[in-house]
């Protein structure tokens, strides 16, 4: 049984395109978590929901649009993708907030055309 | 303004060699800290937690409060070390470092 379960896998896609990542998480946990790794390999949180509120909104463009329909699932969408969106996406839950431990998705690399 | 730093983009060493991977910290309040480790084609996963002062796959790390320093140890580095790993502080977010990438050679 996968923990923390991200699809797709990769997404290619052109610039100016719409597209939605989903997460889901089987762990029980209250806290969900975005994050981007670019291609240096450093990861950045993105977004942080506690029981489907956001808690966390890291400076992120406003084309970049998390949605948590129940505490088990934080979708992400994006508008209008753009060549820098390119990276890794990750998904990621925990019980209890950012300072317990961290269950992270397989990741979504996403390629912009 | 809350930091994680690892100063090595890169570490090689050779199988039964000691290791440590250097993380360096700046936060004024009681730090949570952790190292994530991330193997070849596989999720990244908790390595090991200041506060549980465990050792895990040999692994250990002090909290150096003094120094601000929580480096990453193992006596004898095996082959199947190798991997990318992350220091990271926990505050009201996971701030990562920028990553070590451990070589182990045969």
């Known amino acids: 049984d996968t923990a923390v379960s991200q699809t797709p896998k990769y997404l290619v896609t052109q610039m100016g395109n719409d597209k939605s990542i989903k997460c889901e998480q089987n762990l029980g946990h209250d806290t969900m978590y975005w994050y981007k790794q670019d291609s240096k390999k450093f990861l950045k949180i993105m977004f942080s929901y506690n029981n489907k509120e956001l808690i966390i909104n890291e400076t992120v463009p406003n084309r970049f649009s998390p949605k948590s329909p129940d505490k088990a699932h934080l979708n992400l969408h994006i508008n209008s993708l753009e060549l820098g969106d390119s990276a890794v996406y990750f998904c990621?839950?925990?019980?209890?907030?950012?300072?317990?431990?961290?269950?992270f998705g397989d990741g979504t690399r996403l390629s912009i055309l | 303004a809350q930091r994680v730093t690892q100063p090595e983009k890169l570490l090689s060493v050779f199988k039964g060699a000691p290791v440590e991977l250097k993380c360096n910290y700046s936060y004024s309040g009681s730090p949570e800290l952790f190292w994530y480790v991330q193997y070849s084609r596989q999720r990244l996963q908790l390595l090991l937690r200041h506060i549980s002062r465990e050792s895990i796959k040999g692994f250990t790390a002090d909290l150096n409060k003094g120094e601000t320093s929580f480096h990453l140890k193992k006596p004898f580095a095996q082959e199947e070390d190798s991997a990318m790993y992350y220091c990271a502080i926990a505050t009201d977010k996971l701030i990562f470092g920028t990553g070590t990438r451990l070589q182990v050679f045969p």
């Open positions: 990621a839950s925990s019980q209890g907030g950012a300072r317990q431990p961290q269950h």
